[in-house]
């Protein structure tokens, strides 16, 4: 079936560094999402992302947060600065449309661990 | 507000049972609801989903999941569980604001089949 990847799939770094996440999302879908799941924890939305726009934002998608998609390339979340709290896994996904077409696809995810 | 109940952390049966995760939901209009798999290291997979129609609904892997709004409910199904059913299994409700989407989900149900 459809998928989507990420890169890299684990990530290090020390606090206070900016850290890029990359999502190939699958190849005709228009809608793009990034989500966080803290270890043992439930899978949390972060970000929607449609014809170039921030459609939407949860809380904790902080300031330090940004997404974008240029020129058809990675859907990418750049966090600048980082902190410790940012250590989870970031889980991509993408979907065709809404409604009825709104079956989200999900890439494996980027283990992000912030020293 | 949205939010999406899975109350059972960890479900183990026997090979050959029949087996039923539990899902509730709160949510103000008419949901769309959803269940995704994990295996472990691996991404989630759609399973199933209910948007209009008939109450119940089947999907891939031979699972199948039944909407009831009277409680609030959307439990999924399979008849007899097989030991490769073994995975963490999730809920979730598509909140639709105007012109995008977002995912709730459920804490998780970590299902494990014996042999």
């Known amino acids: 079936g459809p998928k989507v990847l990420q890169i890299p799939s684990h990530q290090i770094i020390d606090m206070g560094q900016m850290v890029t996440l990359n999502c190939d999302p699958v190849s005709n879908h228009l809608y793009f999402y990034w989500y966080k799941q803290i270890l043992g924890q439930q899978m949390e939305f972060l970000v929607n992302f449609y014809n170039g726009k921030v459609m939407e934002k949860s809380k904790l998608f902080k300031d330090q947060f940004s997404v974008e998609r240029p020129d058809g390339s990675y859907f990418t979340l750049k966090i600048q600065p980082t902190a410790l709290e940012d250590s989870a896994v970031y889980f991509c996904?993408?979907?065709?449309?809404?409604?009825?077409?709104?079956?989200?696809?999900f890439g494996p995810g980027t283990r992000l661990t912030v020293l | 507000a949205q939010s999406v109940d899975q109350p059972d952390a960890h479900v183990t049966l026997s090979e050959g049972a029949s087996l039923e995760l539990r899902c509730s939901y709160s949510?103000?209009?008419?949901?769309?609801l959803f269940w995704y798999v994990q295996y472990p290291g691996q991404s989630l997979q759609f399973l199933l989903k209910y948007i209009t129609g008939d109450t119940v609904v089947k999907g891939t892997k031979g699972f199948e999941a039944e909407f009831r709004k009277s409680n609030s409910s959307f439990n999924l199904k399979k008849s007899p569980a097989h030991w490769s059913d073994s995975a963490k299994y999730f809920c979730?409700?598509?909140?639709?604001?105007?012109?995008?989407?977002?995912?709730?989900f459920g804490k998780g149900t970590q299902l494990i089949i014996q042999p």
């Open positions: 996904a993408s979907s065709l449309g809404l409604g009825v077409y709104a079956e989200q696809f």
């Open positions: 979730a409700l598509e909140g639709r604001t105007e012109g995008a989407d977002r995912l709730t």
């Open positions: 949510y103000s209009a008419a949901p769309y």
